[in-house]
């Protein structure tokens, strides 16, 4: 079975552009949930998406978007970046949504803000 | 809000150690507790799962505990190898963040850096 796919894997982009990082769950997997990664925060969770519908969310600005497709996949969207948005972001997927699931996670996209 | 700490840092041991690391939460009302390793730039392998009624899981050279009384957890690392050198990170499930909210999150430890020498 494939794993959680994300793409791009590596993006640079300038000060106030936008930007759309994708995720495909593993097959089967209808949670996915989206994380940022910085060497000064470490993880912080950023939303979770269940049956296209947002499930949680976590302490980010509302320039932090996302969503999730019928069939599972899910797609986040940052708007007006800034240099902290420099990040890797992690997703992963789980197949339940709620407190006792496994989650498995993707390789991550590299997220450069110049 | 939950918070989770991870001692030491960072760890450097000879290949063939026996090696504990540490993981404390501050709310013990948790759901699970998850074991991930992670290597430079890339994501995360989920190592052992725990659930809260459970006390240790095993896998291979691996062995987690959990004492949700007193908000700890350790992973044993048996015979490292230098294979083993990566990042770990704890991370436990714990309730919504609001009452909007009806699923749990997940809040991550900082890690420890653990490097195995041959």
């Known amino acids: 079975k494939a794993g959680v796919t994300q793409t791009p894997r590596y993006l640079i982009k300038t000060r106030g552009q936008q930007v759309t990082l994708s995720c495909s769950p593993i097959s089967g997997h209808r949670s996915v949930s989206w994380y940022q990664q910085t060497p000064g925060q470490g993880l912080q969770f950023l ?6 519908t947002q499930r949680n969310k976590g302490n980010f600005p509302g320039r932090f978007s996302g969503r999730q497709f019928s069939n599972s996949r ?4 940052v708007s007006t970046l800034e240099l902290g948005d420099s990040a890797l972001y992690l997703c992963a997927s789980s197949a339940l949504a709620g407190e006792y699931n496994e989650q498995f996670f993707g390789p991550g996209t590299r997220l450069t803000v110049l | 809000k939950q918070e989770v700490t ?13 090696l ?30 725990i659930q809260s009624s ?12 959990l004492d949700k009384s007193s908000g700890r957890s350790t992973l044993y690392i048996a015979a490292s190898q230098p294979g083993d050198s990566a990042t770990y990170l704890c991370a436990v499930s ?25």
């Open chain 2, 94 to 118: 714990s309730r919504p963040l609001g009452p909007r909210f009806k699923h749990s999150t997940l809040t991550f430890g900082k890690g420890t850096m653990l490097l195995v020498s041959p």
């Open chain 2, 20 to 49: 504990v690391l540490n993981c404390s939460f501050t709310d013990s009302a948790i759901y699970n507790l998850q074991w991930f390793r992670q290597d430079p730039g890339k994501g995360l392998t989920s190592l052992l799962l």
């Open chain 1, 47 to 52: 939303f979770e998406y269940f049956s296209e």
């Open chain 2, 54 to 65: 459970q006390r240790e899981q095993t896998s291979g050279r691996l062995n987690a505990s």
């Open chain 1, 74 to 77: 899910s797609e986040m969207n």
């Open chain 2, 6 to 18: 991870q001692i030491p840092a960072a760890l450097s041991v000879p290949e063939g150690e026996n």
